[in-house]
């Protein structure tokens, strides 16, 4: 068995009990400190953990500081996510923390700066890398069975934001917080798949963001909100070996609960991946003969998946190389970067080329 690892939780909303209860699968692993502004949630989940009060923190920097805490998964809003990475690097400490990297592009730049001074273990969780049918996409398109990739679709779609919902004001709407909206919350995902799956580098964008909803109702008084960020967006991308790229994500897709998807347009057939079933993937080649399209489910073994949270605990024992199929630091200010020019390229209402790195 290997060493036992102790593991810092920062933030323990909704997701954050997702990561928990992953974490606790990983053989060697053990939560022994927790941070949330919340004294109930601290109470809630440091009771079911078995947390002492004394390491049930309400600051982020007292949690990092923490000598018996070995690495720290992270899983806050937006506006602390730049505070976060700068405090784990400055304390030599291993990270796990969620997508986008952070809020605005200067933002991560200056965690790019720091890191690259005092590189730490580290993983930005985007977390469609790891799925099977993800992750056998992946393998496909590294084998040359497309070919040359001609164009490519790609969508993620939600409905918990649709004005029939009446959903209220939640920080995901908050300008100041998060940044972008949508964009930043499903479009990173889009982006960084794309890149990942193809192997290609987005080199030119066009898009389009707008806001379906522009007023919310305040979760405690119920008077109405302006919404300042995207609940929508759109977006073209040509890539530098010639490929062309469609997006789109929206939090008002009636019927779609967790959306996310890829087609593959490629020389030699078309690949389709999506979350609705992360087991199987749908391959459309020529027949033999060339004279019709045949249509093949591949279905995909849950252990062709991926397992960030093993991976994490692996990088702190330091017993292993790091597997290059995890996203890092660098990955994610390659996306904080695309999703700026998302931006710059709506404000300016044509094509923008994306800055050098």
């Given at each position: ?187 990173s995902h889009m982006i960084d798949i794309a890149e990942y799956l ?37 977006f073209n991308a040509r890539f530098a070996d010639g490929a062309v ?77 790091a597997s290059p199929e995890f996203a890092g630091l660098e990955d ?26």
């Amino acid at each position: 068995m290997s060493r036992q690892v102790s593991i810092g939780v920062i933030g323990l909303g909704g997701m954050a009990r997702y990561h928990i209860e992953q974490l606790g699968k990983v053989e060697g692993v053990k939560i022994v400190a927790l941070c949330d502004v919340s004294e109930e949630a601290l109470a809630e989940v440091g009771g079911n953990l078995g947390v002492p009060e004394e390491r049930r923190y309400r600051d982020a920097d007292a949690l990092i500081a923490d000598a018996g805490v070995e690495g720290v998964v992270s899983v806050t809003p937006n506006d602390s996510h730049a505070a976060i990475l700068l405090a784990c690097i400055a304390a030599g400490k291993p990270l796990f923390a969620e997508k986008p990297l952070t809020r605005t592009l200067d933002e991560a730049r200056e965690v790019l700066e720091a890191y690259r001074r005092r590189p730490i273990p580290l993983l930005i969780n985007f977390s469609y890398r790891n799925g099977p049918a993800f992750q056998y996409a992946r393998k496909f398109v590294a084998e040359g069975k497309l070919g040359r990739i001609n164009h490519l679709f790609v969508q993620y779609l939600q409905d918990w934001g649709s004005t029939v919902k009446n959903t209220p004001f939640l920080w995901r709407f908050d300008e100041a917080v998060t940044g972008t909206g949508t964009l930043g919350d499903l479009g990173s995902h889009m982006i960084d798949i794309a890149e990942y799956l193809t192997g290609g580098r987005m080199a030119e964008l066009q898009a389009m963001l707008t806001t379906i909803v522009p007023e919310r109702p305040h979760p405690q008084t119920g008077e109405s909100v302006q919404v300042k960020v995207d609940d929508f967006a759109c977006f073209n991308a040509r890539f530098a070996d010639g490929a062309v790229g469609v997006f789109q994500t929206s939090r008002n897709a009636l019927g779609s609960g967790n959306q996310h998807e890829v087609a593959l347009y490629g020389e030699k057939g078309t690949l389709l991946v999506s979350t609705l079933n992360d087991r199987q993937l749908v391959w459309m080649c020529p027949t033999e003969d060339g004279r019709e399209t045949a249509t093949q489910k591949i279905d995909v073994a849950e252990s062709e998946g991926l397992n960030p949270w093993a991976e994490f605990a692996e990088r702190i024992r330091g017993e292993r190389p790091a597997s290059p199929e995890f996203a890092g630091l660098e990955d994610g200010y390659r996306n904080q970067l695309l999703l700026e020019a998302v931006v710059r390229a709506n404000a300016a209402r044509a094509a923008v080329a994306v800055e050098a790195e």
